[in-house]
C-alpha cells in the first residue's frame, strides 16, 4: 500500500505563487507516474499534471500549461507543483495522486493512490 500526504495549500492573492509538497511512503512508486488533480466546488475532479517516474517527462492541462511546474525527487520519494500566476479559477482542493504501473494518464479512475488534499484558494 501507498500514503501519499499533501502540504503546502493555503489562501493566496490573484497573480501570487504557492508551492504544493507530497511525500509518499509505503510501496515504492517511484518508477511510476505521479500527478496532481484537482476539484472545485460544484466541478468534477479534473487533471492537473503528471510526471513520469523513469524519463521524467512532464504533462499539463491546458488551463495551466506555462504557469505550474511539477517535479519529483525519487531519492525523498516526492512530488512536488510549483503554481505561479495563480488566478480565482485556481481555487480548488488539490489531490495528489500515484499509479501503480507504468505510463501516465489523465483520467482520474487510472490513479490507484489519491492523497487526502489540501486546498488552494486564490483571492481576487
Known amino acids: 500500500q501507498v500514503q501519499l500526504v499533501e502540504s503546502g495549500g493555503g489562501l493566496v492573492q490573484a497573480g501570487g505563487s504557492l508551492r504544493l509538497s507530497c511525500a509518499a511512503s509505503?510501496?515504492?512508486?517511484?518508477?511510476?507516474?505521479m500527478g496532481w488533480f484537482r476539484q472545485a466546488p460544484g466541478k468534477e475532479r479534473e487533471f492537473v499534471a503528471a510526471i513520469s517516474g523513469l524519463d521524467l517527462s512532464t504533462y499539463y492541462a491546458e488551463s495551466v500549461k506555462g504557469r505550474f511546474t511539477i517535479s519529483r525527487d525519487n531519492a525523498k520519494n516526492t512530488v512536488w507543483l510549483q503554481m505561479n500566476s495563480l488566478k480565482s479559477e485556481d481555487t480548488a482542493v488539490y489531490y495528489c495522486v500515484g499509479r501503480g504501473w507504468y505510463g501516465v494518464r489523465k483520467g482520474p479512475d487510472e490513479y490507484d493512490y489519491w492523497g487526502q488534499g489540501t486546498q488552494v484558494t486564490v483571492s481576487s
Open positions: 509505503g510501496r515504492t512508486i517511484s518508477s511510476y507516474p
